[in-house]
């Protein structure tokens, strides 16, 4: 059992946060939110995420879970100190890690000799040594704290899974003695544990990503090719997926790709490319593919419409840039709304986990309660987000509630059969 602070409560932190304690780890997590944490203390948790609630319950109830205000105040304490806050993007595509440099300045006066700090965030290539230097700077006794790169690899709405069952453990560090106690944190878990040097740690993350990325935009521009020449994209996607060298996963054509990590990482490893001075035209290409496929959306929606959205009133079903989170950053969903309006749409959606924050991100969009609200009037029903409940709902009630019976499956989830059977005009992707 370690004493182990972690510093950010948002998605990252508090999942290693609340799956350390479950590994029988002493943690504190540390936020600069009081009302977060006063939240998290209560065993409120801000986030839907599957599994989460229990393991917070779980931590709290132990007592090797707990939650503070202020970094330093659970720095002092610790063996181990994970970063994980924030490295947004920049406006040149960079990651912006001032929150990581103010961290770093912030707990280096009240590390104690042999702690670790770990950046467990997001980092572009150099980080770990950026946070070496500033620990240094700050006035911690840099020959007595170690500091390495810990990557995460954790899908939200699948988190806690991904952390307790991890395909790989990567660790990167140049003091071996250091590697070995970062790893005897994960010592319960059965997985490939990766020991490398901190710019290949760090790198492993991006081109990981990158990699995924360009899957998803790889088989968005397939799924148009396909509506092309007639083929259908879920017969393609099988065939391609039982190759052991490609595999199911992320082979699934949609909107395009979002969230909080995929959109940002592929900008920030593009921002290094570029500094480097490498041309790194395929990543570029996988950008500019997903850009479109957001606009092939807007073009379908239209032509559903009749031709112009002017006027036109659409229906929206989901808005997080997944299902089983309620996570709208960069979400594809909320990127084709904001078109939709402003080419003249009407338009109304429903989310069943998000949607009130949504209304905020998106002006002149309204946002309803009800699925079926959401259809009254509508020339168009647009399916964003791949939410399994969409599949259940009763499609004859649609059918008289759209002003128009005209349906853009933009994630290949219904069955486009049983809806033609009862007179909607279906368009899928790649369909």
């Known amino acids: 059992m370690s004493d182990v602070a972690v510093i950010g409560a948002g998605y990252v932190g508090l999942t290693t946060a609340a799956c350390l304690a479950h590994l029988g780890h002493r943690v504190t997590c540390a936020d600069i939110d009081r009302e977060r944490v006063a939240a998290l203390s209560k065993g409120e948790i801000p986030i839907l995420e599957d599994g989460l609630q229990a393991l917070v319950t779980e931590g709290l109830s132990s007592r090797r879970l707990t939650f503070v205000v202020g970094a330093e105040n659970a720095a002092g304490i610790a063996e181990f100190v994970f970063l994980c806050v924030p490295t947004p993007q920049a406006e040149d595509g960079s990651a912006n890690l001032s929150f990581v440099e103010d961290v770093a300045r912030e707990i280096a006066p009240v590390l104690r000799p042999g702690a670790v700090v770990i950046n467990k965030s ?3 290539v150099g980080s770990t040594r950026l946070v070496q230097r500033i620990l240094a700077e700050a006035g911690a006794a840099i020959e007595e704290v170690g500091v390495a790169s810990n990557p995460e690899f954790l899908r939200e709405g699948s988190s806690v899974r991904d952390f307790l069952s991890p395909n790989r453990v990567v660790i990167g560090c140049d003091d071996p003695a250091v590697a070995v106690r ?12 990766l020991v490398t040097d901190p710019a290949s740690a760090e790198m492993i993350k991006y081109a990981s990503n990158a990699f995924l990325a360009t899957k998803i935009s790889f088989m968005n521009a397939i799924a148009n090719l396909c509506e092309t020449v007639d083929a259908d994209v879920r017969e393609v996607a099988l065939g391609m997926g039982y190759d052991q060298r490609i595999g199911f996963e992320f082979l699934h054509p949609g909107p395009g790709y979002g969230g909080s990590c995929f959109p940002k990482d592929t900008a920030a490893l593009l921002y ?14 996988v950008v500019e593919v997903n850009f479109r496929q957001h606009e092939r959306m807007v073009e379908k929606v239209r032509n559903l419409a009749g031709g112009t959205l002017h006027g036109v009133s659409i229906a929206l079903w989901g808005l997080t840039f997944k299902a089983n989170t309620d996570d709208l950053r960069d979400s594809p969903a909320l990127v084709i709304a904001r078109r939709l309006i402003e080419e003249g749409a009407k338009v109304q959606a429903y989310d069943p986990a998000a949607g009130e924050r949504a209304a905020t991100l998106v002006p002149g969009l309204e946002v309803v309660p009800d699925p079926y609200v959401a259809c009254e009037g509508a020339h168009v029903l647009a399916v964003l987000t791949e939410w399994d409940e969409f599949r259940w709902l009763d499609f004859d009630r649609v059918l008289a509630t759209l002003g128009r019976p005209a349906v853009l499956d933009a994630r290949n989830l219904l069955d486009p059969v049983a809806l033609r059977r009862r007179g909607f005009t279906y368009e899928g992707v790649g369909r």
């Open 182 to 193: 970062v790893s005897e944190l994960y010592r319960s878990l059965n997985a490939p544990m």
């Open 272 to 285: 290094a490319a570029r500094r480097s001075g490498y041309d790194f035209s395929l990543l570029e290409g």
């Open 122 to 124: 997001t980092m572009p």
